[in-house]
């Protein structure tokens, strides 16, 4: 789930089974520095728990664990956007239900280098024109 807050993009992927929310922040960023975020995803989950009537665990109502994900962070502050595309497309391109807390070892660096962000700047620009979005 790509989340805007403050004028930054992370992504979260959800496991609302589980009760699990990685995090993925290319700013290095903290859930806690998005307290806001943080409630409306909790609220967001309970409200699944209940409509399905799932039993909380026994760790009680607000049992859900969110896993920061040390993935590659951005050298400025501007290409978030273009971070969380990626991440989204790396985590979909594996097809793993679970993301390693060190970030996936097909793509783990430190920063992405300028061609990988424009890669990815290409592809979601070829998306786009295949959507007819710009006519």
């Given at each position: 789930?790509?989340?805007?807050?403050?004028?930054?993009?992370?992504?979260?992927?959800?496991?609302?089974?589980?009760?699990?929310?990685y995090y993925l922040d290319s700013l290095g960023n903290d859930w806690t520095t998005y307290p806001d975020m943080k409630v409306l995803i909790d609220t967001v989950l309970q409200a699944f728990r209940a409509q399905r009537d799932i039993q909380t665990s026994r760790r009680g109502a607000n049992s859900i664990t969110w896993i920061k994900v040390a993935c590659p962070q951005q050298r400025n502050q501007i290409d978030c956007g273009y971070f969380m595309l990626r991440f989204m497309r790396d985590t979909l391109a594996l097809g793993r239900l679970k993301i390693p807390t060190d970030y996936f070892d097909e793509f783990k660096c430190a920063f992405y280098t300028k061609d990988q962000v424009d890669e990815i700047k290409e592809e979601w620009c070829q998306f786009m024109i295949k959507l007819n979005v710009c006519s």
């Amino acid at each position: 789930m790509p989340n805007h807050y403050s004028g930054h993009w992370l992504l979260l992927a959800i496991n609302p089974i589980r009760e699990i929310v990685y995090y993925l922040d290319s700013l290095g960023n903290d859930w806690t520095t998005y307290p806001d975020m943080k409630v409306l995803i909790d609220t967001v989950l309970q409200a699944f728990r209940a409509q399905r009537d799932i039993q909380t665990s026994r760790r009680g109502a607000n049992s859900i664990t969110w896993i920061k994900v040390a993935c590659p962070q951005q050298r400025n502050q501007i290409d978030c956007g273009y971070f969380m595309l990626r991440f989204m497309r790396d985590t979909l391109a594996l097809g793993r239900l679970k993301i390693p807390t060190d970030y996936f070892d097909e793509f783990k660096c430190a920063f992405y280098t300028k061609d990988q962000v424009d890669e990815i700047k290409e592809e979601w620009c070829q998306f786009m024109i295949k959507l007819n979005v710009c006519s």
